[in-house]
């Protein structure tokens, strides 16, 4: 699949590839087609052998990615189907990005919430300004974050600061996502390009085969997860209910969702 007008790739140097969220008018949200093409994108970039070092970014400095693009739920979501399939092009695009072979980067300026930040925790590395707004928001809208896409939260900062991102909802500036463990390196708004691609550079003046074989050994550490298929079906069961659809209404009316647990 070639490159959407919303997700580009570049090639800086020889070793380093940059994908680019490129849809600053929706501070670079995803809808469905954006989904696909990521997943299609990395698994076409892991599978070049003259790759070292994969960045992805946001066009502009505003923002990384607000997440899904919740303007689009009418027609790419709503039912048990559309459901079912959003959520497997969502897993299959995540574990695209979280299984590609080369290591990657997260370049996040701004904004960096809900899917975003979902992108930016299956990286190996995130480099963050201090004023970025980082978190993930499904609570806000009676969502029910995946078990697959909640894991890397949970083993890179832990089950008490997964809570206060699943539980809770917090969203964290640059500087507190650093110290919660959820940034690799954190640095001044404007220097945010210049330290993720040295990063970049030092991964990509390594050895190629000892970076991928580490990567893929610690990600073989972890083990598979601990559930089972009927679990992972019944995440989808939020579209269902009424918490959802009251939320997702209220959104696109600009107003505060009540939640009444059903």
Not at 79 to 97: F, I, N, P
Request: hydrophobic share 40%; proline share 5%; glycine share 8%.
């Amino acid at each position: 699949m070639p490159d959407s007008p919303h997700i580009r790739t570049e090639r800086p140097e020889p070793h380093i590839a940059v994908v680019v969220f490129d849809r600053p008018e929706k501070r670079n949200a995803f809808d469905l087609a954006m989904w696909e093409t990521l997943g299609a994108v990395m698994r076409r970039l892991s599978d070049d052998e003259s790759l070292r070092c994969v960045v992805l970014r946001g066009a502009g400095a505003e923002a990384f990615s607000a997440g899904a693009d919740i303007s689009a739920f009418a027609a790419e979501r709503g039912t048990r189907a559309k459901e079912d399939r959003y959520g497997r092009v969502l897993h299959e695009s995540l574990q695209a990005l979280r299984t590609c072979r080369h290591p990657t980067v997260a370049m996040i300026r701004g904004v960096c919430i809900g899917g975003g930040a979902g992108i930016a925790t299956m990286c190996d590395f995130r480099v963050g300004g201090e004023g970025i707004r980082f978190g993930i928001t499904a609570r806000n809208l009676g969502i029910w974050y995946p078990y697959a896409e909640m894991d890397p939260v949970v083993q890179i900062a832990g089950y008490a600061v997964a809570a206060e991102v699943f539980i809770e909802g917090r969203i964290f500036t640059g500087t507190e996502a650093h110290q919660k463990g959820l940034l690799s390196r954190v640095v001044p708004d404007d220097r945010v390009e210049e330290e993720a691609m040295a990063l970049a550079r030092r991964i990509a003046e390594g050895a190629p085969l000892s970076a991928r074989f580490h990567k893929r050994a610690l990600q073989r550490l972890r083990g598979p997860l601990p559930i089972t298929p009927e679990e992972e079906e019944a995440v989808a069961d939020f579209i269902l209910t009424a918490d959802f659809q009251n939320a997702y209404r209220a959104f696109l009316a600009k107003r505060k969702p009540v939640f009444e647990g059903r």
